[in-house]
């Protein structure tokens, strides 16, 4: 009997956390007054590449809200892909840039995808790098 009331107590306490989360979810994306991220693009085609060649792109952003703009995070999808992203807080109006470097050296067409963090209304973006990197024996032709 005891272990049936902790699970029914259990379940409360999880049921009220879930809801409250969800408002608070509701409440950000109805607040006016948020920052918001807008990305000129949100894929970058690199086509091909030469092996050891230039991997490095670079997404611009504007914060089109009312407020500061601070990203939180920035991941990539895996370790070949290194972001570079602005720590500072991006006012409204103005401009910021995400560097993204691939790693040449892995030969073969890729798609990487990098995603993006903030306490903007939409809280996540996700940006797309793909392309082809050649044979080293393939570029001489």
């Not at 009312?66 to 999808?77: D, E, F, G, I, Y």
């Not at 040449?104 to 973006?125: E, L, M, W």
Request: proline share 6%; glycine share 8%.
């Amino acid at each position: 009997m005891r272990h049936f009331s902790a699970l029914v107590v259990i379940f409360f306490i999880s049921t009220i956390l879930g809801f409250a989360q969800e408002e608070e979810i509701k409440t950000n994306k109805e607040d006016k007054n948020h920052p918001e991220i807008f990305f000129e693009k949100t894929t970058h085609d690199y086509g091909e590449i030469k092996h050891r060649g230039e991997g490095t792109c670079e997404f611009t952003f504007k914060n089109t809200g009312k407020q500061p703009l601070l990203l939180t995070n920035v991941r990539a999808s895996c370790g070949c892909t290194t972001p570079d992203w602005p720590k500072k807080p991006i006012k409204p109006g103005d401009e910021g840039t995400i560097k993204v470097k691939y790693n040449t050296i892995i030969i073969g067409p890729f798609q990487k995808t990098v995603r993006v963090y903030s306490n903007a209304k939409s809280s996540s973006v996700v940006l797309t790098i793909k392309g082809k990197v050649l044979r080293p024996e393939s570029i001489n032709k």
